[in-house]
């Protein structure tokens, strides 16, 4: 196969950022997607449909003139978010889903849920709305391994969650382990999951096997072989439990090669080149439609797009750097061949 054509897809998992950041990288995501799921950790985060609703002018200002890119919103779940304030998601075509981070997961996360409980009232009226929650998945404790720190989520947290909420819809944001597949393939069907680009096409010798790569660091963590064997055959498997969520989060090059570099993985360049390249190892193009376009529209409830795009098997070089100063970005794969690229 030299050609593949495919209903356009949606990214259900994206940073942009704001300001010159959100400016920069945009426009790579909107030449491939017809939507994306913005994620929320801003400085400060985005807790109010206000906020949501102005960040969003926001994007759509900064989209190239003839984009009809849409950008669908989240609001970041704290201590402080209120009932009154899921009612008001209820009521907004816009905002979409709540984010759930535990407090210092992650990159902008400390406004996150100190104690799961405390959120208990929240996700009852998200239950009886029917809002999406979506997850970072990982316990934070420091005496927890970073490479256990997504099972042990599951088996301590999630597990609680979907027995006490059972209508919830959850998706399970970057899944990264064959634990994690297993819990969502047999949760019910109210949970699914995303799966990034680079937990499908590298496991942890990337970031660390002869010498330290900062532009593999993401989280949750890259894993073991095997651990990526599972994601890569949850994705193919046609099961519309897993989609795409490509995670791309910018992180100006300077603090990813620092001393201690930021988390995050920026693939919004090539993302749905780098999938396909994903699917093409495991001689599964014919399945990257369902993941890429079908799956995501149908757990959320939204419809399909209309329009398709194309891939052409044709190798073409990621630059080594988008931007400048000290809002250069190095992308995945700076430097190297991608065998499939959008026409
Ligand atoms: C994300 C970011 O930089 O915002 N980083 C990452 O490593 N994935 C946050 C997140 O999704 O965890
Ligand atoms: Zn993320």
């Known amino acids: 196969m030299d050609k593949l054509t495919l209903i356009r897809p949606d990214d259900w998992h994206l940073h942009v950022r704001n300001g010159e950041m959100l400016r920069q990288v945009i426009n790579h995501t909107a030449r491939q997607f017809a939507r994306a799921i913005i994620m929320p950790n801003l400085k400060p985060p985005v807790t109010t449909v206000e906020h949501a609703l102005a960040y969003r002018n926001e994007i759509l200002a900064a989209l190239a003139p003839d984009s009809n890119f849409n950008p669908l919103m989240t609001l970041y779940l704290t201590d402080n978010t209120r009932i009154t304030d899921i009612e008001a998601v209820a009521q907004s075509e816009q905002i979409i889903a709540l984010k759930l981070y535990p407090a210092g997961a992650t990159t902008n996360s400390d406004a996150g849920i100190s104690a799961l409980e405390k959120a208990f009232p929240v996700l009852e009226a998200m239950q009886k709305y029917d809002i999406p929650l979506l997850i970072h998945g990982e316990v934070t404790a420091s005496e927890y391994d970073i490479f256990d720190r997504e ?8 597990c609680v969650l979907t027995e006490k909420f059972p209508d919830l819809r959850i998706v399970l944001e970057h899944v ?7 819990f969502v393939e047999t949760a019910s069907r109210h949970v699914a999951a995303t799966i990034t680009p680079q937990h499908l096409l ?3 010798n990337a970031i660390l096997a002869g010498g330290i790569r900062p532009h593999y660091y993401c989280l949750p963590v890259l894993k073991r072989e095997k651990h990526r064997v599972a994601l890569i055959k949850a994705a193919t498997s046609g099961n ?10 910018p992180h100006p090059t300077h603090l990813k090669e620092n001393s201690c570099g930021c988390a995050g993985c920026y693939s919004a360049h090539a993302a749905i080149e780098l999938y396909a390249e994903a699917f093409a190892q495991e001689n599964a193009l014919n399945k990257l439609e369902g993941f890429a376009s079908l799956h995501g529209p149908d757990f959320y409830r939204l419809p399909r797009n209309q329009d398709r795009i194309t891939l052409i098997r044709e190798s ?16 995945l794969q700076a430097g190297e061949e991608i065998r499939w690229k959008l026409q």
């Open 151 to 158: 099972r042990l989520f599951l088996e301590q947290k999630l």
């Open 176 to 182: 990264t382990t064959e634990e994690a597949v297993h």
């Open 202 to 204: 590298f496991n942890r």
């Open 240 to 249: 519309p439990k897993f989609f795409l969520g490509t995670d791309s989060a």
């Open 316 to 331: 073409w070089r990621v630059p080594e750097h988008y931007g400048q100063g000290t809002l250069q970005i190095t992308p």
